[in-house]
């Protein structure tokens, strides 16, 4: 990758020389607006391919992509992937000719593993943009026809939005696990029962084909996210750890919490949002790490500088957009403190978990928030579960008047502390508790002769201040 290099420089045509002699077999460029001939001429004289990259590419971004490739075409030609990928075209042209229609083999992640082809059968825009990005396009139908093929255990009916044609799919299953689909094209509407029992057939034995296929990069993946877990988790052997993931000089680290809303936690769901979250965090910044723990997808990123942590919220707002839109998935997301050393990854997940708890159970919308928005309200948090192991710290009027509320009725709790929140302003906590002003008097006048409160001892008031809230967050 010609990282810097500027078509215009004379020295980009030395660049391309030295490559060619140094082994190397082709080299890519960014062209920003220039002409290329000189350059097109000095690799064909030295023999090297020059590859031309989108300006708007970033560098990260193909690099990953290019790993994600080459790691697939390795997976495919490896002694436990007899049946790879090559099968699968086989596969894809063998059911597109005994069903009778264009064929397209997927993962669950909606990428295109293999598909036919047959000459004559007509195709649509959609299958043609599958083939060439080898993804499905992100369309807002998607969800719906994915859920139903997923629901049904034999062949589904899928009609086309115009000017997309109809399609015949089934989900490719090992026992009760999902593993992909297939589809195929029909143009006319008239592939019959004796199709789908054909299709049917041949998902079993695209079962066999995936797994095998994906064996060796399952195995691997699986390690790796269990050291990802442990790293979560903290221990003595966090620095081995990041010595195998490679993040031990690596830092500042900061951990991002994905949380899909209830309801919306199937299986197929979860491990679909995984790849989609893995995919984009890898893309944006080599060394980032993601794992799946029940249903909170965590993803650690390395070397990131406190002071421009602007791209990492941007990104994170980019993927809760992309989920709600191709998945029809909502996320909460929630971002930890950053930390210098990856022993203090602990402390920056567990943040992030309680920056989620805030989310899930605050009375706005907020689909995302960070430790640094929110640092007050984590420290108030950390003092519940402090008060919680020591309860004589906790203001003996406070737990009183918890009680007295929860017994009558009242709501003397609330008003004192909304009260001490508004600075003992009448007007605004009269505003705040949507009270007047006479009965805001005569609630505070009831409540120091009740619990024998006396707010003019600046002591006494705070640790009964810091109480309620704590009680309240408990």
């Given amino acids: 990758m010609g990282i810097g290099l500027h078509p ?10 030295n490559a060619a002699k140094a082994g190397f077999g082709a080299l890519v460029l960014k062209q920003f607006s220039q002409d290329l001939g000189q350059i097109i001429a000095a690799a064909d004289q030295s023999g090297i391919a020059l590859l031309v990259v989108d300006d ?32 699968l075209f086989a596969l894809a042209n063998a059911i597109a000719a005994m069903v009778g229609g264009a064929t397209a083999i997927e993962n669950l992640q909606e990428q295109v593993l293999a598909y036919s082809t047959l000459a004559h059968q007509p195709i649509d825009e959609d299958r043609r943009e599958g083939i060439l990005g080898r993804q499905v396009p992100h369309l807002p139908e998607n969800a719906g026809q994915y859920a139903s093929v997923f629901r049904s255990r034999g062949a589904v009916r899928i009609q086309g939005v115009r000017p ?15 593993l992909g689909s297939i589809w195929v094209v029909d143009p006319n509407g008239d592939l019959d029962s004796a199709a789908e029992r054909a299709l049917e057939r041949a998902a079993d034995i695209a079962a066999l084909h995936m797994l095998r296929a994906r064996s060796a990069y399952d195995l691997a993946r699986q390690q790796r996210a269990e050291l990802v877990r442990r790293l979560l988790e903290g221990g003595d052997d966090v620095t081995l750890i990041a010595e195998q993931l490679r993040l031990r000089n690596s830092g500042p680290f900061v951990v991002i919490a994905f949380q899909p809303d209830i309801g919306q936690t199937a299986e197929t769901t979860l491990v679909r949002l995984l790849d989609l979250i893995t995919t984009q965090c890898e893309a944006h910044r080599q060394g980032a790490h993601c794992v799946l723990v029940g249903t909170t997808i965590y993803a650690i990123f390395a070397g990131v500088d406190p002071a421009s942590f602007g791209p990492v919220e941007a990104l994170a707002r980019r993927l809760s957009e992309r989920a709600r839109v191709s998945l029809a998935v909502d996320l909460r997301i929630a971002a930890g403190s950053t930390v210098n050393a990856t022993s203090e990854i602990r402390r920056s997940r567990r943040e992030a978990d309680l920056v989620l708890l805030m989310l899930a159970s605050g009375p706005d919308l907020c689909t995302y928030a960070s430790a640094q928005e929110v640092r007050s309200r984590l420290t108030l948090l950390e003092l519940a579960a402090h008060f919680r192991k020591t309860p004589h710290l906790t203001s003996a009027a406070a737990e009183q008047m918890r009680a007295h509320d929860a017994r009558s ?7 004192l ?18 009270l007047h002003q006479n009965t805001l008097r005569y609630r505070l006048k009831r409540l120091r002769e009740l619990f024998t409160i006396d707010l003019d001892q600046a002591e006494d008031t705070l640790v009964l201040w810091l109480s309620l809230h704590v009680l309240e967050f408990n």
């Fill in 8 to 17: 215009a420089e004379p020295g980009t045509a030395d660049v391309v020389r």
């Fill in 56 to 87: 708007d590419m970033g560098w990260r971004q193909l690099d990953a992509l290019l790993d994600s490739a080459l790691h697939a075409s390795a997976e495919a030609g490896s002694s436990l992937s007899a049946l790879g990928v090559g099968d």
């Fill in 164 to 178: 997309a044609l109809d399609r015949l799919a089934i989900a490719v299953r090992a026992g009760k696990e999902p």
């Fill in 409 to 415: 009725g009242t709501e003397y709790a609330k008003t």
């Fill in 417 to 434: 502390r909304t009260y001490l929140d508004c600075s003992r302003d009448s007007a605004r906590t009269a505003a705040a508790l949507s």
